[in-house]
């Protein structure tokens, strides 16, 4: 469980085929304190296993589902992504709880700098009851609030300490990220269909 409070930037060092599965390095700069082999982490928003670490590296393996399914299918050397280490009971909740487990990967479809730097993200239709105007949502594992909602698309404002440090500075249009809806609002809307649904 992580809360989408991005703590460092890390950098894709190597990604090796290992059977079916890839082992990813990533350089970092997190604080290792409380971290062991077998902790969770975000990466880009994605609940990986740390199989490896010291204090500037750290591996995890990432299964072909999620490579399929998320972003991580691109990662190659020098690419960056989002970094946050699991919650701990203790820990302050700064955005909201963010399960690690993306739903899809969505396009970003423009930028608008005029006012505010809003990027405006193409909304599966399976998730339009999930998202709401100033509910929550998660993007490459950054907890933020949508600004505006539409049948097609949905719009969130960045504040520049997002900008400054998170990968949301690499946004263009067309990039690939990833989506986590908020649990709550899928537990709402499963209830409302009347049926159980895995999908």
Do not use: W
Not at 169 to 190: C, R, S, W
């Amino acid at each position: 469980m992580f809360t989408g409070i991005v703590e460092a930037i890390g950098t894709v060092i190597d990604v090796q085929p290992n059977h079916e599965n890839m082992t990813v390095t990533l350089r970092h700069n997190l604080n290792i304190d409380n971290i062991k082999i077998g902790d969770s982490i975000a990466v880009n928003g994605v609940c990986l296993t740390i199989i490896a670490f010291d204090h500037h590296q750290l591996q995890a393996d990432v299964m072909p589902e999620t490579m399929g399914c998320t972003n991580l299918g691109g990662l190659k050397p020098g690419v960056e992504v989002n970094l946050e280490k699991s919650l701990l009971a203790n820990s302050p909740i700064g955005g909201h709880f963010v399960q690690g487990h993306v739903d899809e990967t969505v396009a970003v479809l423009a930028i608008n700098t005029d006012n505010e730097i809003r990027l405006r993200i193409a909304l599966p239709q399976q998730y339009r009851e999930c998202i709401v105007h100033k509910g929550y949502v998660a993007i490459d594992g950054m907890s933020l609030t949508v600004a505006a909602c539409t049948n097609e698309y949905f719009e969130i404002a960045l504040i520049p300490h997002t900008l400054a440090n998170t990968i949301a500075q690499h946004y263009q249009p067309g990039t690939l990220i990833n989506l986590e809806v908020d649990i709550l609002a899928k537990y709402i809307q499963n209830k409302k269909s009347g049926e159980f649904s895995c999908v």
